[in-house]
Nanobody
């Protein structure tokens, strides 16, 4: 089992940047592929990005490709989401997720998730 705690959300103007962090508990962080999802008010939770256990493979939703970057530091049990060129439509609660299978995350499935952090982008 792994517990996930997100941080780094906030209010930013369109065109700005934010970096989200997700700290994971436990000594088996490197055993999990990690991902980020987001949920806007009244909408379903959508896949944003995923990273393999080693960090060697990444995958992005088309809507964030070339703007967002997912990375991880296995020594710090932390995964990051660097978000650049933010748009108002990026406004959502962002959730960190973990799964033992990288391919499951790529199709929007996961076993563990955090409480989320709010990102608001003003126009």
């Amino acid at each position: 089992q792994v517990e996930l705690v997100e941080s780094g959300g906030g209010l930013v103007q369109a065109g700005g940047s934010l970096r989200l962090s997700c700290a994971a508990s436990g000594r088996t962080f490197s055993s999990y592929a990690m991902g980020w999802f987001r949920q806007a008010p009244g909408k379903e939770r959508d896949f944003v990005a995923a990273i393999s256990r080693s960090g060697g493979s990444t995958y992005y939703a088309d809507s964030v490709k070339d703007r967002f970057t997912i990375s991880r530091d296995n020594a710090k049990n932390t995964v990051y989401l660097q978000m650049n060129s933010l748009k108002p439509e990026d406004t959502a609660v962002y959730y960190c997720a973990a799964d033992g299978d990288y391919q499951r995350l790529r199709v929007g499935l996961y076993s563990y998730w955090g409480q989320g952090t709010q990102v608001t982008v003003s126009s």
